[in-house]
């Protein structure tokens, strides 16, 4: 089993570069998660990234994750910014060791080899991400987001996808992971036309997917207008107290309010928890600005990310369990 420590760069009040409607710290999550996603064929892949939603993480904190995790490789993912155009990789220039550099090689090659372009080269430099990983680390540099002809091509789903291919296809290669697919990109769903900004959205994560759901679950008849209003904060509380009394016996006036009752009758909600209880969850977590990316009922990774994400703004306890405290945060 290796380890993959996936490092996007930037996020929270860090946009990173910015240019031609785009941020980097947006385009950087979304490869992060592709390559997240891409490595699942491979059965001796282990990953964990830095961030899985735009919160702001100091390079230091990044590295200690890592290092604590006992990670086997950290690449920090970036998009370039000068007007230039090319795709190039750094490693440290410090005392690297051959197998960091014989590293970046292999995954420098096999992203070359899926975006084609300018190869800016192998370089060095004295990145704190790359200096203070105890690991061997890569840093990539993912064109250049402020010259018009690199952006269209990061307003691209496919090509997103191919940048992340290349990332995934190099990592194969580094730990000899003979499963998956080591050549041809992974063809994604056909994409719609060219947008703006490329943050990823949540497949179920719009507030009028949540209300029509809301009507449809609980027989309800709320405006489906995309706006989060007293109306919608209502229905979900409504469908918690449903969910709390028809799966745990709790008793609670179903009214839509928040008060003593309803507290009292909240459950701990954690990894590994499933139903309607987490997806009300996940719903009000992205309303709340802080999206697990899919709202699917499924408590994993993600979930706990957003979770933690909002107790940390919230000043509550950070410990990744929606309790009575997280809950009463959000819908108090």
């Known amino acids: 089993m290796a380890k993959i420590f996936l490092d996007p760069g930037h996020g929270g009040n860090d946009?990173?570069?910015?240019?031609?409607?785009?941020?980097?710290?947006?385009?950087?999550?979304?490869?992060?998660?592709?390559?997240?996603?891409?490595?699942?064929?491979?059965?001796?892949?282990?990953?964990?990234?830095?961030?899985?939603?735009?919160?702001?993480?100091?390079?230091?904190?990044?590295?200690?994750?890592a290092n604590t995790w006992g990670a086997d490789i950290f690449v920090s993912i970036h998009v370039n910014a000068s007007g230039q155009t090319g795709f190039e990789s750094f490693i440290w220039n410090g005392n690297v060791s051959?197998?960091?550099?014989?590293?970046?090689?292999?995954?420098?090659?096999a992203i070359m080899t899926q975006i084609g372009g300018i190869d800016r080269g192998k370089k060095r430099a004295n990145f704190a991400v790359l200096r203070t990983s105890q690991m061997p680390a890569i840093?990539?540099?993912?064109?250049?987001?402020?010259?018009?002809?690199?952006?269209?091509?990061?307003?691209?789903?496919?090509?997103?996808?191919?940048?992340?291919?290349?990332h995934t296809n190099g990592l194969a290669e580094v730990f000899g992971w003979e499963q998956g697919n080591s050549g041809a990109p992974a063809q994604p769903e056909p994409e719609p036309e060219p947008i703006s900004d490329p943050t990823p959205q949540t497949p179920t994560?719009?507030?009028?997917?949540?209300?029509?759901?809301?009507?449809?679950?609980?027989?309800?008849?709320?405006?489906v207008d995309n706006i989060f209003g007293p109306e919608t904060k209502q229905a979900l509380i409504l469908g918690l107290q449903t969910e709390l009394n028809t799966q745990f016996n709790a008793g609670l006036a179903v009214d839509g309010i928040w008060g003593p009752q309803t507290r009292g009758g909240i459950v701990n909600v954690q990894r590994g928890a499933e139903g309607n209880i987490t997806w009300i969850l996940q719903a009000i977590l992205h309303i709340r600005g802080h999206s697990p990316e899919y709202i699917d009922g499924i408590f994993g990774p993600l979930t706990e990310a957003a979770v933690r994400s909002f107790q940390r703004d919230a000043g509550i306890i950070v410990d990744g369990i929606a309790g009575v405290q997280t809950f009463t945060s959000l819908f108090g």
């Open 98 to 109: 051959s197998v960091t550099q014989s590293y970046q090689d292999i995954i420098h090659a």
């Open 139 to 166: 840093l990539t540099e993912n064109l250049f987001i402020d010259r018009a002809e690199d952006a269209a091509k990061l307003k691209s789903n496919q090509f997103l996808e191919r940048v992340a291919q290349g």
């Open 15 to 65: 946009t990173g570069a910015t240019g031609n409607g785009l941020l980097e710290k947006n385009l950087v999550l979304d490869i992060a998660k592709r390559i997240q996603r891409q490595l699942t064929v491979y059965s001796d892949a282990e990953v964990q990234l830095s961030r899985e939603s735009d919160i702001f993480l100091s390079l230091s904190e990044r590295t200690t994750i």
């Open 205 to 223: 994560g719009t507030i009028s997917t949540i209300q029509s759901t809301l009507n449809s679950r609980y027989g309800l008849n709320i405006a």
